[in-house]
């Protein structure tokens, strides 16, 4: 099968397409012939570091979101699995390719409503913007600001907030993505490029901070008493850096959502289940085939990209 090798750690010319070994099912797994491959931000900084949430043993096959049609299973598995379309993750590695051998128990089966490619988006995502809006619970009425509001977790962030009956106030960089924004329902759009951009920014009651770092900081100022942020990326290489006694100073909660595996299945559920019934719209910004997996990863690391990066594997 074809597939896109990480040999060794650096720039996005580390990843480099070949040939692998097809995969078999075995006890408890599921084969996925892969339609789409998602791509997130932490895949980029794994690729050039080795760190973060996944297992770094070279050479391996990249990738930790895919959505296809079940092909084979193994021993223990319903066979009646076989042709559904399903979207899972494979554990961090292995989705960067045509088939994937994945825990079965992990699959999700997309509704019939919802097209493949915009459940492979809504994967890590849509559970992920799930779980910040309902440990923040925006209230009818309240200011909301979202940071990266063009990205794949914020493009979702200012449509739940928005329908939660909040003001979205999008923070973003440049012009093209604040008009992404506008589209997706934000009330008022704020360019984080800009000096001094909070200047023109009424207070808020929760903030999303999805970029850490300086921005994060500047948005945790704006927050009202009696306000919520929730920080769940770094997309500026750190975290924001609020401590507990800087909030309570200024009675600002520092919100943490529960993560269970049984929250991280329901979230996602219900962020398909939402999608399908035509409340929620992952945004797709680019696509890129298997073999210029290198090309999606630089064009995310130049923050050239707007709502999710998808590979197109078949």
Known sequence: ??????KEFGGPEVLVAGDAPDPAAGPGQAVVDVAFANITFVETQFRATGNGPFKAQLPMIPGNGVGGVVSAVGDGVDPGLVGKRVVTATGGSGGYAERAAVDAAGLYLVPDALELDAAVALLADGRTATLQLRAAAPRAGERVLVEAAAGGVGSLLVQLAKAAGATVVAAAGGPRKLEVARE??????????EPDWTGGVDGVDVVFDGVGGAVGRAAFRLLRPGGRMVSYGLAS???AGVSEEEAAERGVTLVKPEVTP????ESTESALAEAAAGRLRPLIGQRFPLERAADAHAAIEARATVGKTLLEVR
């Open 1 to 6: 099968m074809r597939a896109v090798w990480l």
């Open 184 to 193: 997706l329902g934000a009330d008022e759009t704020v360019d984080y490029l």
């Open 237 to 239: 290489g750190e975290w």
């Open 262 to 265: 049984e929250l991280l299945r």
